[in-house]
């Protein structure tokens, strides 16, 4: 009985270990370039208040705003109202408060088949283009693809990261900022709060079924394991980034889809960039895209992905790596 055993065990690590080359080979013949940022003709330019074409500015540029607002959003013709009501009136009154204070939101059209553009339009109608601007994409990226759009397109001294379903109360940023300020001194001036919704776990589990559970936990595990240690919510689409870490962490970036935030704090923490995690109030609301089991699935490809592709040297960190 026990040389069964042990021959059983000598085959299952044989196995884990064909299986782990396996993946190894597979991340590293599969693995791209970092993507460059192409922009097709209509790409370089937004439409001010009056339809007119402008120029989009380049996150090279000096910073000339306080914020940038960047709102991904694809087929959000319904929902991105509300956000935007809500986020546009604690800019203005915080504006009023504060003369000296001075914001810009982008809305990236993700390639949307809806009216998602005319709907954000609107706004720029509203607020003008010094305010507001919406950048269509002639297709779809994904949702780390078009907010690399935006923070590429961007004036802004600080960079927030804003869901186009209002699920993260606005003026929460207010809590991100102050996480910001009491990382200083930053190093190269940058810095990263993240929103975290981690306290609001319990209350989350009670209304998931377990099979949902199931997959939560199993991907807190994995982004644990391969790729992020320290931060308990890498995924909550509310993030506030000094101009200097938005430039660094996204000029490296290679995942372009719903992976995207666990990349991204995987550069982070290699450029020791620092980090802080912040508790925010956040609603589930209706109308999310991702289909539960596929969409795990496919993160839970994409961790094992950037893992292996980072650890064969299929992708590479450089200090001094500049904006595509």
């Known amino acids: 009985m026990a040389p069964l055993l042990l021959q059983l065990a000598v085959l299952g690590a044989a196995l884990a270990a064909a299986a782990l080359i ?3 080979f597979v991340a590293f013949i599969t693995a791209t370039e970092i993507p460059h940022l192409h922009r097709h003709e209509e790409e370089k330019f937004f439409l001010n208040a009056r339809g007119q074409r402008e120029a989009l500015p380049s996150i090279q540029d000096s910073p000339t705003k306080q914020l940038s607002v960047v709102v991904p959003s694809y087929n959000e013709e319904k929902r991105l109202p ?24 982008i809305v990236v059209d993700d390639g949307s088949k809806d009216q998602t553009s005319k709907v954000a339009f609107k706004y720029c ?15 779809n990226r994904g949702k780390g693809g ?14 927030l990261m804003a869901d186009a379903d209002g ?6 940023i207010e809590k991100l900022e102050k996480g910001l300020n009491d990382l200083q001194p930053w190093p190269d001036q940058m810095a990263i709060a993240c929103g975290s919704r981690a306290h609001l776990e319990k209350e989350s589990i009670a209304q998931r079924s377990y099979f949902r559970t199931l997959l939560m936990y199993g991907f807190h ?50 450029f020791k960039i620092p980090i802080a ?5 956040w609603t589930e609301i209706e109308g999310s895209k991702l289909v539960p089991f596929w969409s795990w699935l496919q993160m839970g490809k994409d ?7 980072y650890l064969t040297g299929a992708w590479r960190l450089e200090q001094t790596r500049k904006v595509n």
């Open 22 to 24: 396996l993946i190894s």
């Open 125 to 139: 109608q509203k607020y003008g283009s010094d305010k507001v601007r919406v950048i269509t994409l002639v297709k």
């Open 277 to 281: 995690e912040i508790a925010v109030n």
């Open 303 to 309: 961790l094992l992905f950037i893992r292996f592709r």
């Open 82 to 105: 509300v956000m935007m009501d809500e986020a546009l009136g604690y800019l203005e009154d915080r504006q009023k408060q504060d003369p000296t204070f001075t914001y810009e939101v």
């Open 221 to 270: 595990f994995l982004v644990w394991f391969l790729c992020v240690k320290g931060i308990r919510d890498t995924q909550c689409g509310f993030k506030l980034l000094t101009r200097e870490a938005a430039s660094r962490t996204f000029s490296s970036l290679h995942i372009e889809r719903w992976a995207f935030d666990v990349e991204l704090l995987y550069i982070a923490q290699f």
């Open 167 to 172: 699920a993260t109360k606005f003026p929460d």
């Open 146 to 159: 078009a907010i690399r759009m935006g923070v590429f397109s961007s004036r802004g001294k600080k960079i």
